[in-house]
């Protein structure tokens, strides 16, 4: 079965700084991996997703992940955090496409001034 | 906007009712999840309709049920409520066959007193 793990249950970063994410997967082959984020009292949005092919994937807002086969990881990460960042994001990782979702536990990220 | 809409945003129940949630996909999209959003348990997949045939089931219980119908909107039905229900319940939509991401709805928040 596949599970995911995010270290960090809750991170504070000042605005300005850069931002990295931990995730870890565990799943016995290479899986299809996400980035969501959830601002308070909304839905999931897609930040990015890695299918297959160049292991750094760019997303919106800025973000971007690394997929590392050897560390079973897909940190993200952004260079430069701006207050409206502040949310929960959250990792997934799918045995395909068009399979359920697993989530880790997410991230609370806090961006001070 | 994702394009997927659920109704109601919010439901306040009693103990032991039942509740309707619905959810419509996107324009297109013939595959329906369905997700739990809980303080303790995290996000979790209930289950996963395909253009209205039932395709996998994750941690939902006995007392909730789902189907989607042939517009291909869905809907999940729970039933003799209790506290622990109280969530946030999600639906998302994917595109049909292959790869591809699956796109949130804002939510539906129930809580059962």
């Known amino acids: 079965a596949q599970s995911v793990t995010q270290p960090d249950i809750h991170i504070t970063v000042s605005e300005g700084a850069s931002l990295e994410l931990r995730c870890n997967y565990s799943?016995?082959?290479?899986?299809?991996l996400f980035w969501y984020v959830q601002s308070p009292g909304q839905g999931l949005q897609l930040l990015l997703k890695?299918?297959?092919?160049?292991?750094l994937v760019q997303g919106i807002k800025g973000f971007e992940a690394e997929f590392k086969r050897s560390q079973s990881s897909f940190n993200l990460r952004k260079p430069s955090v701006h207050w409206s960042d502040a949310a929960e994001y959250f990792c997934?990782?799918?045995?395909?496409?068009?399979?359920?979702?697993?989530f880790g536990k997410g991230t609370r990220l806090s961006v001070i001034a | 906007d994702s394009g997927v809409t659920q109704t109601p945003k919010h439901l306040i129940t009693a103990t032991g009712q039942r509740v309707t949630l619905r959810c419509s996909p996107r324009?297109?999209?013939?595959?329906v999840y369905w997700y739990q959003q809980s303080l303790d348990q995290g996000l979790q997949f209930l289950i996963h309709?395909?253009?209205?045939?039932?395709?996998a089931k994750g941690n939902i219980l006995e007392r909730f049920s789902a189907q989607q119908f042939p517009d291909l909107h869905s809907e999940l039905n729970l039933s003799s409520l209790e506290l622990g229900d109280s969530a946030l319940y999600f639906c998302?939509?994917?595109?049909?066959?292959?790869?591809?991401?699956?796109?949130f709805g804002p939510g539906t928040r129930l809580t059962v007193l």
């Open positions: 998302a939509s994917s595109a049909r066959g292959g790869v591809s991401e699956q796109f």
């Open positions: 799943y016995g082959a290479t899986p299809y």
């Open positions: 890695y299918f297959s092919g160049d292991t």
């Open positions: 997934a990782v799918a045995a395909s496409g068009n399979t359920p979702l697993v």
């Open positions: 324009s297109g999209d013939l595959s």
């Open positions: 309709y395909y253009n209205g045939e039932e395709r």
